[in-house]
T-cell receptor, first 111, second 110 residues
Framework: DAMVIQNPRYQVTQFGKPVTLSCSQT?????MYWYQQKSSQAPKLLFH???????NEADTPDNFQSRRPNTSFCFLDIRSPGLGDAAMYLC??????????FGSGTQLSVL | GQQLNQSPQSMFIQEGEDVSMNCTSS?????WLWYKQDPGEGPVLLIA?????ELTSNGRLTAQFGITRKDSFLNISASIPSDVGIYFC??????????FGQGTELSVKP
């Protein structure tokens, strides 16, 4: 059974049209991460929540925001998607500083 | 910042052959993790290493945490077609964040 669930698997949006990606987990992990992965590259950390504390990476554009309404859910909001934001977006969870478990990802296309 | 060098970038092997890939860093990590990623999917954890010198197996996979804490290798024995994919090493620092290697793309010819 999937433990880190990302919806949708594929998302198509228009240039400049806000889009929200979702992640839920059944592991009761207190840490949730969002990564961006472009083709043939390693995942790149955007930000993470350690419990309710939000931690943004220094080079994450302001265009990317996140919300974590409760332990189980975390959302990635892209306010004005550009063509360069087309990528796979990966959610991961962890218990404290332990190993990360990834979801299957959402492949975002921007037209 | 911390960076990982993963090699080789790609490998083309015959089914049944053994495979070896490694990661090196200029920084020390507390944990080394090895993930496999299939096309269109998220990374799946293969092996986690927690102590310098630790050697851990998972079926046909064996990985070691280097004694200096700056490197790790992954071996796959007797490769099969379903081993195809991209393998990522990742170092985890004390704060829990992962630093990924660039990945090794493995192709297995039946």
């Amino acid at each position: 059974d999937a433990m880190v669930i990302q919806n949708p698997r594929y998302q198509v949006t228009q240039f400049g049209k806000p889009v929200t990606l979702s992640c839920s987990q059944t592991l009761n992990h207190n840490v949730m991460y969002w990564y961006q992965q472009k083709s043939s590259q390693a995942p790149k950390l955007l930000f993470h929540y350690y419990d309710k504390d939000f931690n943004n990476e220094a080079d994450t554009p302001d265009n990317f925001q996140s919300r974590r309404p409760n332990t189980s859910f975390c959302f990635l909001d892209i306010r004005s998607p550009g063509l360069g934001d087309a990528a796979m977006y990966l959610c991961a969870t962890a218990r404290g500083n332990e190993k990360l478990f990834f979801g299957s990802g959402t492949q975002l296309s921007v037209l | 910042g911390q960076q990982l060098n993963q090699s080789p970038q790609s490998m083309f092997i015959q089914e049944g052959e053994d495979v070896s890939m490694n990661c090196t860093s200029s920084s020390i990590f507390n944990t080394w993790l090895w993930y496999k990623q299939d096309p269109g999917e998220g990374p799946v954890l293969l092996i986690a290493l927690y102590k310098a010198g630790e050697l851990t197996s998972n079926g046909r996979l064996t990985a070691q945490f280097g004694i200096t804490r700056k490197d790790s290798f992954l071996n796959i024995s007797a490769s099969i077609p379903s081993d195809v994919g991209i393998y990522f090493c990742a170092g985890q620092n004390q704060g829990g964040k992962l630093i990924f290697g660039q990945g090794t793309e493995l192709s297995v010819k039946p």
